[in-house]
């Protein structure tokens, strides 16, 4: 019974400010009694296995933002039949003792069809680049489901600075679809400099194109230069050939890398193919080719040493990715999950599982703060099956795995406290995140990281908690992390600043 007066403006005109006030009168809070459902007119519409999903519960205090998600859940379960025009009509009735009675009254209408989709604002990726990604096609019966899918997928491409779906009616029973887009920055030209207690002064720099010619393929080279690392890679990737649901990538690199314990050179080249199996969700198998060369290593370390010796490799993969967004997620799940099969020919040979999950989760949904729940687990594990160099095995720290630690000090340690990898890795991150500027696309981040690592088991743990600053730029994600080991112990290398740009949660 809310009563809100019409807004009472005074202005000073000596100082060009003035006061806005609003008269509001509360009247009587009601608590929610029955919850029900009335389809008019349509037979065919079944909604009773919708009830336990409704936000609005009886005995509850009445919300009005309650109210809405349950019109819009509702409007979408019919919606998706193909009753484009769907309309939820909230019905209150008050009872005694401040109690109301609410009953979602809906009118289907007819179904629709989609008579057209066309496409506008895309100045350079090809038309079919998009329409591999939309979901809705002429003669195909209505999905409100489809119309946001086809929205997160173009979004997660990274092509596009937004993404609208305009629905045009033709008649009763047919409408045409409006795909606009907005043409984002696909190439990037990166340069930047680093410092951290390991590896001090770095220099990297980046040329990609995550579109080339609007084709869809993607080309990326990366150079990175600092007093322990020396990288250069090229990748090409086709993800969807001659739009199918097929994808082809390449890559080759040569790695030098000064570690804690050894000094290792790596050069090789690698071949993907995979496949799109549905929407969210797909299959690959990557085989690969490398030269390691291995120095500097530690007497007490000869067991991982061989100075020179290939590796031949298979691996497949599999993954699900139904996110919103492709550099800062709200709401969706990404898994992925491999196993590295080296042995075949070469001198490596050992066996390697690594799984990841990540969850997003907006409170909005729920309680109606725009806050984001982030979870994330990741597990290895290495079987040697005859030599496992030291640099396949795992090491944690910096970001990634646990903050608060130097890059890849977390490690099993010889009896000269050099670090020699772990045959067991798991992780896990659970951050809160709530927004400093949703215009500008800046968040504040709280966390806690736990890892575990060991030879055989997890028997070296280490924790840690901060606060991180993301800003999605258009040269990429910037973050800034401040994190404080927990239970670090004497010999621990910790840092309390990182600085990253380019990578996500």
Do not use: C
């Amino acid at each position: 019974d809310v009563e809100v007066s019409q807004p009472f403006f005074v202005a000073n005109f000596d100082s060009n400010k003035g006061e806005l006030e609003y008269k509001v009168k509360e009247g009587v809070r009601y608590r929610v009694g029955k919850v029900s459902i009335s389809v008019e007119d349509n037979q065919e519409v079944k909604l009773d296995n919708y009830y336990s999903d409704l936000h609005l519960i009886g005995g509850f205090y009445f919300n009005v933002n309650r109210l809405r998600k349950d019109i819009s859940l509702l409007k979408r379960a019919v919606a998706d039949l193909g009753y484009a025009y769907v309309k939820v009509y909230p019905d209150i009735k008050k009872r005694d003792n401040n109690v109301v009675d609410v009953t979602y009254k809906i009118v289907t209408g007819k179904k629709v069809y989609i008579s057209d989709v066309e496409i506008e604002g895309n100045s350079k990726t090809l038309d079919r680049v998009i329409r591999r990604n939309i979901y809705l096609a002429p003669n195909y019966l209505y999905s409100l489901t489809d119309k946001e899918d086809t929205i997160n997928s173009l979004k997660r491409t990274g092509y596009f600075d937004d993404v609208q779906l305009e629905e045009i009616p033709i008649d009763d029973t047919h409408m045409k679809i409006l795909v606009k887009v907005k043409e984002g920055l696909t190439g990037s030209l990166r340069a930047g400099i680093s410092w951290n207690s390991y590896s001090k002064f770095g220099f990297n720099l980046n040329v990609s194109e995550k579109n080339i010619f609007g084709s869809g393929q993607s080309l990326s080279l990366d150079f990175e230069k600092s007093s322990a690392t020396t990288k250069y890679s090229v990748t090409l990737k086709n993800p969807r050939v001659l739009d199918s649901n097929y994808f082809l990538s390449t890559s080759v690199y040569n790695n030098d890398f000064e570690g804690y314990s050894y000094d290792s050179n790596r050069q090789g080249i690698s071949f993907t193919t995979g496949r799109k199996i549905t929407r969210h969700s797909s299959a690959s198998i990557t085989y690969g080719y490398e030269h390691l060369k291995l120095s500097n290593i530690e007497d007490d370390t000869v067991d991982y040493y061989k100075e020179n010796s290939i590796k031949s490799y298979i691996q497949p993969s599999i993954g699900f990715n139904n996110t919103d967004d492709y550099w800062f997620p709200q709401n969706g799940v990404s898994l992925s999950a491999s196993l590295q099969y080296a042995g075949l020919g070469g001198d490596q040979k050992f066996t390697k599982e690594n799984g990841l999950a990540k969850f997003f989760y907006s409170l909005e949904n729920k309680f109606d703060i725009t806050t984001i729940l982030k979870y994330k687990f990741k597990i290895g594990f290495i079987q040697d099956r005859g030599y496992l160099p030291i640099n396949e095995k795992y090491y944690l720290g910096g970001l990634g795995t646990v903050r608060g630690y130097d890059y890849g000090s977390v490690s099993p340690k010889d009896a000269s406290k050099d670090s020699i990898g772990g045959k067991r890795m798991m992780t896990q991150s659970l951050e809160i995140s709530i927004p400093v500027s949703i215009k500008k696309k800046m968040w504040l981040s709280a966390f806690i990281d736990n890892g575990r690592i060991g030879e055989d088991n997890f028997d070296i743990v280490r924790s840690s908690y901060g606060v991180s600053f993301d800003w999605i730029t258009p040269i990429g994600p910037l973050n800034f992390t401040w994190a404080w080991p927990i239970g670090d112990k004497k010999d621990d290398e910790t840092r309390k600043f990182e600085f990253s740009i380019g990578s996500g949660f």
